[in-house]
Nanobody
């Protein structure tokens, strides 16, 4: 069983920054892609960013390009989401996910394991 735990969420002013972390435990993957998704209140879950097991390539939603950066540290079984120039519309619960594959994907249905999420609230 794989467990994912997100951390780093909180309340931040517009224009500020946060770094989210997601650490995997349990089953060890030889190769896996990881991604970040978010879900605002009353809205559908949407893709944010994804990264291959080797650190490249990376994919980003148009809404976060140039502001968010995804990275990973395989030695720590951890993926990060550096969030800068935050906007009120970034407010959501952010989820990390793992796919037992090398190539990242933007589709949530292709991810096998999910964390419980961490709340990010951006005030205007």
């Amino acid at each position: 069983q794989v467990r994912l735990v997100e951390s780093g969420g909180g309340l931040v002013q517009a224009g500020g920054s946060l770094r989210l972390s997601c650490t995997a435990s349990g089953r060890t993957f030889s190769r896996y892609a990881m991604g970040w998704f978010r879900q605002a209140s009353g809205k559908e879950r949407e893709f944010v960013a994804a990264i291959s097991w080797s650190g490249g390539p990376t994919y980003y939603a148009d809404s976060v390009k140039g502001r968010f950066t995804i990275s990973r540290d395989n030695a720590k079984n951890t993926v990060y989401l550096q969030m800068s120039s935050l906007k009120p519309e970034d407010t959501a619960v952010y989820f990390c996910a793992v796919a037992d594959r090398v190539i990242p994907t933007t589709f949530g249905s292709e991810y096998e394991y999910w964390g419980q999420g961490t709340q990010v609230t951006v005030s205007s």
